[in-house]
């Protein structure tokens, strides 16, 4: 399908309009800049290209793949068109599709699209290779944003901006506008910035991009934006006030009957103030942090660590890129050097993050937490300070700092470190860290623990080869109170390889091969542990996905050690363009987490149906079943098995209802949860819910005794409204 073609729709003849842009010749040169076109009027966001000022905006085109294999033509064309004032940047995507009733598109919320097709824009604002905003739209204009920094991309973002999309006979149109004030950039008379524009076709898929991604650099983005320029745009300072109310009643079964356990209304204020173009100041007092959705419940018994819950807060989520540090996670047990959700329930803190000069980049937080009261009713607080530093080097490379802290009248917990990620030629990149906590457990003694977190990495990747190999040491007495960590006391070094291999066989669109060997020392007990594992993935008949890996290899426990031997299979994709589904298998043994610990056998079943019978209307159904034996006598020690459905009516964009229900046999509750919410942009939102919590339980005239039937317990009822003033 070619430009020469119209695109029109039976809604309206002013669609024909686009036939202008689809025969306009490419545009750019590869080795030159792309400059949008300064717009005389702006158009209206409707998600109709029809207005004149697109008519000679810059274009582009030529979307090649990247997945599931690079370099060749996607299933139908796309054309981006750019223009710009001096308040807002604008983006028009023509989105051409030989079968328009298999576009698969959702009327869902915010963030809920990926599963459909849709387009974006990835712009790095600063165009220095570091961090990029990623701003995605479905066929009907629902948002999705995100921002990678580093290898991490986090869609917890929610950014201000604007867009409206509209499917006709020959594919969809999409328009953009992206607010100045929302974004951070370099002030200057040209401004420079870096782009590369997106499509997903998810019935095969299907992803691709404009400019073409470079298959020896495989998937390092930063490095292959292609450069924009814009000539006399304003950089506004911004300012926002963003004043909310909420109200919560918690109510227990008490007795027989409901009595109050808990109500409250609370005010809270957060502003946000750019002390320069670049830099923003953020103040908060008795930050709102209610979270509109309960944490998923997730499988709880025989762990070795915390189970590592996602940060939802809007205040902890802004600037959280800033905070990733090099050589972490994957095999490395430091996950996160700063993970936010240890600041459980703050009164207040401030924020001030951006760049300080060109390449020099800071962020901070200064919270005050509240704890739970003394025995004695007293107020008990932690003061958590973070401070984090990076300069950049030549493209995505940096070298950063980070000192943090969390301060109670008992407790005394510091972390500092440096980190960096140099880049080794075109697809590798190598990546350091190396942090020093101190802890004073008890501060009416001078005692203190001294611990370290080194790490080292090496990684690269291209169409055809994955590999790293990494090193890192956690001494014992490693204590991060403002972090996440899995395991202390470890030696490890670890490497991994992949191959893709893409057979010319039919429905067979690619298979992966990897193999990963681990060898641990538990520095405790002066045992070393080996791991191996091979892998492998299947990609087939357009989105189907298998998956499967075995894994033979030992760990220590308490100074004993165990088989973690282990056998998982995943095959999962779409159903046409009403639904999805995925299936998890898992076997194997491990040992059993107890203070006493012996050898145990698991197994684990999952599985996913996501389901949408209209555009409007979407469910999920989970499953998750795990259970675990002793090997000596394969007696059960733990039957978990969990349900869980979600259903969502969504009449337009801004508004929805949901109802999520939740059963736990193994502690026999049963969780309802209803929502009605209404979003008009991130931070101008009214949330209401109930929520109730059932046990197997009943009153029996004198106490709660275990019953058959389930009984309300608790239950909860829950009123926000805010409002997001912004220049």
Not at 175 to 182: G, K, M, R, W
Not at 235 to 247: G, K
Not at 336 to 365: E, F, M, N
């Given at each position: 399908?070619?430009?020469?073609m119209?695109?029109?729709?039976?809604?309206?003849?002013?669609?024909?309009?686009?036939?202008?842009?689809?025969?306009?010749?490419?545009?750019?040169?590869?080795?030159?800049?792309?400059?949008?076109?300064?717009?005389?009027?702006?158009?209206?966001?409707?998600?109709v290209?029809d207005?004149?000022?697109?008519?000679?905006?810059?274009?582009?085109?030529?979307?090649?793949?990247?997945?599931?294999?690079y370099?060749?033509?996607?299933?139908?064309?796309?054309?981006?068109?750019?223009?710009?004032?001096?308040?807002?940047?604008?983006?028009?995507?023509?989105?051409?599709?030989?079968?328009?009733?298999?576009?698969?598109?959702?009327?869902?919320?915010?963030?809920?699209?990926?599963?459909d097709?849709?387009v974006?824009?990835?712009?790095?604002?600063?165009?220095?290779?570091?961090?990029?905003n990623?701003?995605?739209?479905?066929?009907?204009?629902?948002?999705?944003?995100?921002?990678?920094a580093?290898?991490?991309?986090?869609?917890?973002?929610?950014?201000?901006?604007?867009?409206a999309?509209?499917?006709?006979e020959?594919?969809?149109?999409?328009?953009?506008?992206?607010?100045?004030?929302?974004?951070r950039?370099?002030?200057?008379?040209?401004?420079?910035?870096?782009?590369?524009?997106?499509?997903?076709?998810?019935?095969?898929?299907?992803?691709?991009?404009?400019?073409?991604?470079?298959?020896?650099?495989?998937?390092?983005?930063?490095?292959?934006?292609?450069?924009?320029?814009?000539?006399?745009?304003?950089?506004?300072?911004?300012?926002?006030?963003?004043?909310?109310?909420?109200?919560?009643?918690?109510?227990?079964?008490?007795?027989?009957?409901f009595?109050?356990?808990?109500?409250?209304?609370?005010?809270?204020?957060?502003?946000?103030?750019?002390?320069?173009?670049?830099?923003?100041?953020?103040?908060?007092?008795?930050?709102?942090?209610?979270?509109?959705?309960?944490?998923?419940?997730?499988?709880?018994?025989?762990l070795?660590?915390?189970?590592?819950?996602?940060?939802?807060?809007?205040?902890?989520?802004?600037?959280?890129?800033?905070?990733?540090?090099?050589?972490?996670?994957?095999?490395?047990?430091?996950?996160?050097?700063?993970?936010?959700?240890?600041?459980?329930?703050?009164?207040?803190?401030?924020?001030?993050?951006?760049?300080?000069?060109?390449?020099?980049?800071?962020?901070?937080?200064?919270?005050?937490?509240?704890?739970?009261?003394?025995?004695?009713?007293?107020?008990?607080?932690?003061?958590?300070?973070?401070?984090?530093?990076?300069?950049?080097?030549?493209?995505?490379?940096?070298?950063?700092?980070?000192?943090?802290?969390?301060?109670?009248?008992?407790?005394?917990?510091?972390?500092?470190?440096?980190?960096?990620?140099?880049?080794?030629g075109?697809?590798?990149?190598?990546g350091?860290?190396?942090?020093?906590t101190?802890?004073?457990?008890?501060l009416?003694?001078?005692t203190?623990?001294?611990?370290?977190?080194?790490?080292?990495?090496?990684?690269?990747?291209?169409?055809r080869?994955?590999?790293?190999?990494?090193?890192?040491?956690?001494?014992?007495?490693?204590?991060?109170?403002?972090?996440?960590?899995?395991?202390?006391?470890?030696?490890r070094?670890?490497?991994?390889?992949?191959?893709?291999?893409?057979?010319e066989?039919?429905?067979?669109?690619?298979?992966?091969?990897?193999?990963?060997?681990?060898?641990?020392?538990?520095?405790?007990?002066?045992?070393?542990?080996?791991?191996?594992?091979?892998?492998?993935?299947?990609?087939?008949?357009?989105?189907?996905?298998?998956?499967?890996?075995?894994?033979?290899?030992?760990?220590?426990?308490?100074?004993?050690?165990?088989?973690?031997?282990?056998?998982?299979?995943?095959?999962?994709?779409?159903?046409?363009?009403?639904?999805?589904?995925?299936?998890?298998?898992?076997?194997?043994?491990?040992?059993?987490?107890?203070?006493?610990?012996?050898?145990?056998?698991?197994r684990s079943?999952?599985?996913?149906?996501?389901?949408?019978?209209?555009?409007?209307?979407?469910?999920?159904?989970?499953?998750?079943?795990?259970?675990?034996?002793?090997?000596?006598?394969?007696?059960?020690?733990?039957?978990?098995?969990?349900?869980?459905i979600?259903?969502?009516?969504?009449?337009?964009?801004?508004?929805?209802?949901?109802?999520?229900?939740?059963?736990?046999?193994?502690?026999?509750?049963?969780?309802?949860?209803?929502l009605?919410?209404?979003?008009?942009?991130?931070?101008?939102?009214?949330?209401?819910?109930?929520?109730?919590?059932?046990?197997?339980?009943?009153?029996?005239?004198?106490?709660?005794?275990?019953?058959?039937?389930?009984?309300?317990t608790?239950?909860?009822?829950?009123?926000?409204?805010?409002?997001?003033?912004?220049?």
């Open positions: 399908m070619g430009w020469t119209t695109m029109t729709t039976s809604v309206s003849f002013g669609r024909i309009a686009v036939l202008a842009l689809l025969v306009l010749p490419g545009s750019v040169d590869a080795q030159e800049a792309w400059r949008p076109t300064l717009l005389d009027t702006a158009p209206v966001i409707d998600g290209l207005e004149p000022a697109w008519s000679n905006a810059w274009s582009i085109d030529g979307f090649r793949t990247f997945q599931p294999d370099g060749s033509s996607m299933l139908a064309d796309t054309r981006v068109l750019m223009g710009y004032d001096e308040q807002n940047l604008y983006f028009g995507f023509i989105a051409l599709d030989p079968d328009p009733t298999l576009i698969r598109a959702s009327v869902t919320s915010r963030d809920n699209i990926f599963r097709d849709w974006a824009i990835n712009l790095d604002s600063f165009g220095d290779a570091q961090t990029l990623a701003f995605y739209i479905n066929p009907y204009g629902i948002q999705g944003d995100s921002r990678l580093g290898t991490t991309e986090d869609r917890g973002v929610d950014m201000v901006w604007y867009s999309g509209e499917i006709g020959r594919g969809y149109t999409v328009e953009v506008q992206i607010p100045l004030s929302s974004i950039f370099q002030d200057g008379d040209r401004v420079n910035m870096g782009v590369i524009f997106e499509r997903r076709i998810s019935r095969n898929s299907q992803s691709g991009t404009a400019p073409e991604l470079d298959p020896a650099r495989g998937g390092q983005w930063l490095t292959q934006m292609h450069p924009l320029e814009y000539d006399g745009i304003d950089n506004p300072r911004v300012f926002e006030v963003l004043p909310a109310a909420t109200y919560t009643l918690d109510q227990a079964a008490t007795q027989g009957s009595g109050t356990e808990y109500e409250k209304g609370e005010f809270s204020l957060t502003t946000k103030l750019g002390v320069t173009s670049d830099l923003v100041l953020d103040a908060t007092y008795n930050p709102d942090f209610s979270q509109i959705e309960a944490d998923a419940g997730q499988v709880d018994v025989n070795r660590s915390d189970i590592f819950y996602p940060e939802k807060r809007p205040f902890f989520l802004e600037g959280r890129e800033h905070f990733g540090f090099a050589a972490t996670g994957g095999l490395n047990p430091v996950r996160s050097v700063i993970y936010t959700r240890r600041i459980v329930d703050p009164i207040g803190g401030g924020r001030l993050s951006g760049k300080v000069a060109q390449d020099h980049t800071l962020a901070s937080i200064y919270a005050v937490d509240e704890l739970e009261p003394d025995p004695d009713g007293s107020s008990e607080y932690a003061q958590v300070p973070i401070v984090r530093y990076k300069r950049s080097l030549s493209e995505d490379s940096y070298l950063g700092a980070i000192v943090a802290g969390r301060e109670t009248s008992t407790r005394s917990n510091r972390l500092a470190g440096l980190d960096g990620q140099v880049r080794i075109q697809s590798a990149q190598l350091m860290h190396a942090l020093g101190r802890t004073q457990p008890d009416s003694s001078p203190t623990e001294d611990g370290h977190a080194l790490a080292l990495r090496l990684a690269s990747s291209t169409r080869f994955d590999w790293n190999v990494e090193g890192m040491d956690i001494s014992e007495s490693y204590r991060s109170d403002v972090g996440f960590l899995t395991r202390d006391g470890i030696f070094g670890a490497g991994l390889f992949r191959v893709r291999l893409f057979p066989v039919t429905h067979v669109r690619r298979i992966d091969l990897d193999v990963m060997s681990a060898q641990t020392l538990d520095r405790p007990s002066g045992i070393w542990e080996s791991t191996t594992r091979f892998g492998f993935a299947n990609h087939v008949f357009g989105s189907l996905n298998f998956r499967g890996n075995v894994q033979r290899g030992t760990e220590v426990y308490l100074g004993r050690e165990f088989d973690d031997d282990g056998l998982t299979m995943t095959l999962g994709g779409l159903l046409a363009n009403k639904g999805a589904f995925g299936v998890t298998y898992a076997a194997g043994t491990q040992p059993i987490y107890t203070s006493d610990p012996y050898q145990g056998r698991n079943f999952s599985a996913v149906l996501g389901f949408q019978p209209s555009s409007h209307f979407d469910g999920e159904i989970r499953f998750n079943a795990a259970d675990y034996y002793r090997e000596s006598d394969s007696e059960k020690v733990y039957d978990v098995d969990l349900l869980r979600r259903t969502t009516f969504q009449p337009n964009r801004y508004l929805f209802f949901r109802v999520i229900a939740e059963y736990n046999w193994f502690h026999e509750e049963f969780v309802t949860d209803l009605a919410s209404f979003t008009y942009i991130p931070g101008t939102v009214v949330h209401v819910g109930y929520g109730s919590l059932y046990d197997r339980t009943e009153w029996d005239g004198d106490q709660y005794i275990d019953g058959t039937e389930l009984l309300e608790k239950r909860r009822f829950f009123f926000k409204t805010s409002y997001l003033f912004r220049n």
